[in-house]
């Protein structure tokens, strides 16, 4: 199964910005997969437990959970088979382990955000901000 590698968190003052890169370690050979950025906050377990940030499709089309809308961006390099989230105007709410992740159900037709929905998962990365 395809390996997901999550890379870029860090520490950072309020306002301030990081990126994040999720490399997978083989091309997913579907037409319906998708990848998102998810996170965790303290005292939260499992994958469901994990809130969806940001989504995209193989074509490109994106979702947002609201509280990142104008703040983060997904974007992916099919070449380098990475993923990435942009995060700028970071706040200290939005301090958690961010984990990227992969899915490929024919049946979802617009880039989802529950972790249900996502088959393959990487081993998170942890973002903190100081106010």
């Known amino acids: 199964q395809v390996r997901l590698v999550e890379s870029g968190g860090g520490s950072v003052q309020a306002g301030g910005s990081l990126r994040l890169s999720c490399t997978l370690s083989e091309f997913i050979d579907s037409e319906y997969y998708y990848m998102g950025w998810f996170r965790q906050f303290p005292g939260k377990e499992g994958e469901k437990e994990r809130d969806?940030?940001?989504?995209?499709?193989?074509?490109?089309?994106?979702s947002y959970a609201d509280s990142v809308k104008g703040r983060f961006t997904i974007s992916k390099d099919n070449a380098k088979n990475t993923l990435y989230l942009q995060m700028n105007s970071l706040k200290p709410e939005d301090t958690a382990v961010y984990y990227c992740a992969a899915g490929w159900r024919f049946w979802v037709a617009y880039p989802p955000l529950g972790s249900v929905d996502f088959d393959a998962w990487g081993q998170g990365t942890q973002v903190t901000v100081s106010s």
């Open positions: 969806g940030v940001a989504s995209i499709t193989r074509s490109g089309a994106t």
